[in-house]
Nanobody
Framework: QVQLVESGGGLVQAGGSLRLSCAPS????????MGWFRQAPGKEREFVAG????????YSQDSVKGRFTISRDNLKKTVYLQMNSLKPEDTAVYYC?????????????????WGQGTQVTVSS
């Protein structure tokens, strides 16, 4: 069972930046894409950004476009979420996820593995 190891969450003031990282616990050729989701208290988990291991296409939620950037390091098999201009409404637990298939990365059902989540808190 592949485990996803996340890091980089924390407390930041509005307008600040954080970078989240996520890597599988073991090398696996079965992962075709990775993504980030978030869940705020009292709300459903929502898609933030996704990326395939090959190609250049990335996907992101409208509310984070221009502020968040998803990228990958193929050599390290690590995916990053660079979050700039953070807002209090970005406060949530952020989850990394990995997909083995080719379903749309914007939906949670496309993913087979999930990280434990990392807290991001943005103070006003």
């Amino acid at each position: 069972q592949v485990q996803l190891v996340e890091s980089g969450g924390g407390l930041v003031q509005a307008g600040g930046s954080l970078r989240l990282s996520c890597a599988p616990s073991e090398r696996t050729a079965s992962i075709t894409g990775m993504g980030w989701f978030r869940q705020a208290p009292g709300k459903e988990r929502e898609f933030v950004a996704g990326i395939r291991w090959s190609g250049t296409t990335t996907y992101s939620q409208d509310s984070v476009k221009g502020r968040f950037t998803i990228s990958r390091d193929n050599l390290k098999k690590t995916v990053y979420l660079q979050m700039n201009s953070l807002k209090p409404e970005d406060t949530a637990v952020y989850y990394c996820a990995a997909a083995r298939g080719f379903a749309a990365l914007t939906t949670a059902t496309a993913y087979d593995y999930w990280g434990q989540g990392t807290q991001v808190t943005v103070s006003s």
